[in-house]
């Protein structure tokens, strides 16, 4: 009887149905995608007065997004360790339960404040599902089929920015808003389902221990930053003593997180990992792709919605090609990866991607849209191109039977780098229109020109309340958040040129090839 190959460490009766189970996977992964990007659609009609929305502020608007992100990314590691430990298949199945209960109540929120609570509820279910999926997956396909499956995955997230924006619409024209988070409760209740009957369940046999100071420093310290970075956006000072002392004590807070993690027996995160300088440049360039990248979706439907009047539904439509793009590249990254290398691929898709943010600032209340359509398309197309091999990067640079870590550590610095992006872009964005908007603000009320001058929507919003007095303000709020439009697009761009410059630096310039030993390890997994 011949000796088997290293192929068959994964069982058989889980081999025959992986493709299954990253459909299930996938759909998972769908649902906490889906819900920014549905929620990127919405925003525009939740910060519009009650009974239409909830008459949420900027500021309350970049909470509504972070306090999901703050929790997802405080959490990530931790959650990635716990399924690691009692089994990522349990850890998938309550995080998925949670983000349904907080979808829930965050559909019939009654106030921004209740609407932000709920928001951190969904990421705490979030933060639980996004590593374990990716972990799932590393452990049900073997080495050669990794980037393959890891594409389709990534492709995944293509999908959801396409269903997100034109669901998001469908329900915003025929529902109330708070139906964009009530959708997710069905899509719960099948994941949750066909991941009971097809999903293996896997740990590792070395598991790490629960990390309680490491994540309440974390989660403290990105609070405090993001916080601090916002509040100075929202007053167009950030040499307030308010901001600078929320900003220091977050940074100091974060400066004690790597000091404890450094000399705990049982960190959160590993700094070990990061001496590996192919490792860190990967995770960086996730952080920088991602900060570089929400702060501009965030403004991109207040250029669509405010601005050239699109509906709900029509920004959903338009952002089409940003997700086709995604979907169609992202599970052939890896062609281009083989001829052209790591480097030489993920290089060209940073500066595509620095270009396409640069566009933004050249776009006026009458660009023709296809040039709009033109940049949402290579945007999409420069990120399957970063996602992908960055993401096979990330996940082959640890063992297989860590792949939780690994994956938590990615998502952990994507998200970290998205929650800043939005802050500090959205701050820039803030500051700006406030500079190009004050000086027609002069005739207001003292309370009501702070309003008033704080985002476009506050601005349009006062205006309607002065009826054909207040038409006046109409075109300087539009000429105001062009101009910060374009300011922040050139604060995007560059930080994606950073990003270029860490990538053609640090990246190999051929995939690597399997870690000594890793053909022998075995999975460790059960039905």
């Known amino acids: 009887m011949t000796s088997p190959a290293p192929a068959t460490r994964i069982p058989e009766a889980v081999h025959r149905r992986r493709w299954a189970i990253l459909g299930v996977l996938m759909l998972s992964l769908l649902i906490v995608v889906l819900d920014n990007s549905i929620l990127n659609v919405a925003i525009k009609t939740i910060s519009t007065p009650a009974p239409t929305g909830l008459g949420a502020t900027q500021s309350e608007l970049e909470w509504a997004i972070n306090a999901y992100t703050l929790v997802f990314a405080g959490l990530l590691f931790s959650a990635g360790i716990l399924g690691d430990r009692v089994g990522r298949k349990k850890v998938l199945l309550g995080g998925l339960a949670v983000f349904g209960v907080g979808s829930a109540l965050a559909a019939f929120s009654g106030s921004p404040g209740e609407l932000i609570t709920f928001?951190?509820?969904?990421?705490?279910?979030?933060?639980?599902?996004?590593?374990?999926?990716?972990?799932?997956?590393?452990?049900?396909?073997?080495?050669?089929?990794?980037?393959?499956?890891?594409?389709?995955?990534?492709?995944?997230?293509?999908?959801?920015?396409?269903?997100?924006?034109?669901?998001?619409?469908?329900?915003?024209?025929?529902?109330?808003?708070?139906?964009?988070?009530?959708?997710?409760?069905?899509?719960?209740?099948?994941?949750?389902?066909?991941?009971?009957?097809?999903?293996?369940?896997?740990?590792?046999?070395?598991?790490?221990?629960?990390?309680?100071?490491?994540?309440?420093?974390?989660?403290?310290?990105?609070?405090?930053?993001?916080?601090?970075?916002?509040?100075?956006?929202?007053?167009?000072?950030?040499?307030d003593p308010a901001v600078l002392l929320t900003i220091g004590a977050g940074l100091a807070v974060l400066a004690a997180f790597v000091v404890f993690e450094k000399r705990s027996d049982h960190p959160s995160i590993d700094v070990g990992y990061f001496r590996d300088k192919v490792f860190s440049a990967a995770i960086g360039v996730i952080a920088l792709v991602f900060f570089a990248l929400m702060g501009v979706t965030f403004f991109s439907v207040f250029y669509t919605q405010s601005v050239r009047g699109?509906?709900?539904?029509?920004?959903?439509?338009?952002?089409?090609?940003?997700?086709?793009?995604?979907?169609?590249?992202?599970?052939?990254?890896?062609?281009?990866?083989?001829?052209?290398?790591?480097?030489?691929?993920?290089?060209?898709?940073?500066?595509?991607?620095?270009?396409?943010?640069?566009?933004?600032?050249?776009?006026?209340?009458?660009?023709?849209?296809?040039?709009?359509?033109?940049?949402?398309?290579?945007?999409?197309?420069?990120?399957?191109?970063?996602?992908?091999?960055?993401?096979?990067?990330?996940?082959?640079?640890?063992?297989?039977?860590?792949?939780?870590?690994?994956?938590?550590?990615?998502?952990?610095?994507?998200?970290?780098?998205?929650?800043?992006?939005?802050?500090?872009?959205?701050?820039?964005?803030?500051?700006?229109?406030?500079?190009?908007?004050?000086?027609?603000?002069?005739?207001?009320?003292?309370?009501?020109?702070?309003?008033?001058?704080?985002?476009?929507?506050?601005?349009?919003?006062?205006?309607?309340?002065?009826?054909?007095?207040?038409?006046?303000?109409?075109?300087?709020?539009?000429?105001?958040?062009?101009?910060?439009?374009h300011i922040t697009a050139l604060w995007g761009a560059g930080i994606a040129v950073l990003g270029a410059v860490v990538v053609a630096v640090c990246l190999p310039g051929r995939p690597a090839g399997p870690r000594a030993g890793e053909d022998e390890k075995e999975l460790v997994a059960s039905e």
């Open 310 to 485: 699109y509906s709900p539904l029509e920004t959903g439509l338009l952002m089409l090609p940003l997700a086709a793009a995604q979907m169609i590249f992202a599970p052939r990254a890896r062609l281009l990866v083989d001829r052209f290398g790591n480097r030489a691929t993920t290089t060209g898709a940073m500066v595509l991607i620095a270009a396409t943010l640069a566009a933004f600032a050249t776009f006026e209340a009458d660009t023709p849209i296809w040039l709009l359509e033109v940049v949402f398309f290579l945007m999409g197309a420069a990120m399957a191109h970063i996602m992908t091999p960055i993401s096979v990067v990330i996940m082959q640079a640890l063992p297989r039977e860590k792949a939780g870590s690994a994956s938590a550590l990615s998502n952990t610095f994507r998200q970290v780098g998205g929650a800043l992006g939005i802050a500090v872009l959205g701050s820039v964005l803030s500051t700006a229109y406030r500079g190009g908007i004050e000086d027609r603000l002069t005739a207001l009320p003292a309370d009501v020109r702070h309003t008033a001058g704080e985002s476009i929507e506050a601005t349009l919003g006062v205006a309607e309340k002065l009826g054909p007095r207040g038409d006046a303000l109409v075109g300087p709020a539009h000429d105001a958040f062009l101009h910060a439009m």
């Open 119 to 239: 928001r951190a509820v969904m990421g705490l279910g979030a933060a639980f599902v996004m590593p374990a999926t990716l972990a799932v997956l590393m452990n049900v396909f073997e080495r050669d089929e990794q980037p393959k499956a890891i594409g389709i995955w990534a492709g995944g997230v293509g999908l959801a920015i396409a269903i997100g924006p034109i669901t998001g619409g469908l329900l915003l024209d025929h529902f109330w808003w708070g139906s964009v988070f009530l959708i997710n409760v069905p899509i719960v209740l099948l994941a949750l389902a066909l991941m009971l009957w097809l999903v293996p369940d896997s740990r590792d046999p070395r598991p790490g221990r629960i990390d309680p100071i490491g994540v309440v420093l974390s989660v403290a310290g990105l609070v405090l930053l993001v916080y601090g970075i916002i509040k100075g956006g929202q007053l167009a000072d950030f040499t």
